[in-house]
């Protein structure tokens, strides 16, 4: 497994931008394939983005889609996701996330270790 710490979240208004970035240990970064989620109170967690370990291959959920942008530099065992135009619905804890498999995934049981959260706030 590899430990993740994310940070980034804030609050922030609608129509703003934040940065949220995810820092994996150890070396074998590079071949994990890494997603990011959110939770929203009361609500399931529900996958917002993936990227496979060379970022050739990405996937997002339609709500976020024109908005948000996952990517990774693996020399910094860094995941980022850039969110732009966020809306209030954005509000929620995102974690990332990392799984062995070569493909990006969308269950929460398809990866193995998690990231502790961080609170993302859209509010005027």
């Known amino acids: 497994q590899v430990q993740l710490v994310e940070s980034g979240g804030g609050l922030e208004q609608p129509g703003g931008s934040l940065r949220l970035s995810c820092v994996g240990s150890?070396?074998?970064?590079?071949?994990?394939?890494m997603g990011w989620f959110r939770q929203a109170p009361g609500k399931e967690r529900e996958s917002v983005a993936a990227i496979s370990w060379s970022g050739g291959s990405t996937y997002y959920a339609d709500s976020v889609k024109g908005r948000f942008t996952i990517s990774r530099d693996n020399a910094k065992n860094t995941v980022y996701l850039q969110m732009n135009n966020l809306k209030p619905e954005d509000t929620a804890v995102y974690y990332c996330?990392?799984?062995?498999?070569?493909?990006?995934?969308?269950?929460?049981?398809?990866?193995?270790?998690w990231g502790q959260g961080t609170q993302v706030t859209v509010s005027s």
């Open positions: 996330a990392a799984r062995s498999g070569s493909l990006p995934a969308t269950g929460i049981h398809d990866y193995d270790s």
């Open positions: 150890g070396r074998a970064f590079h071949s994990y394939t």
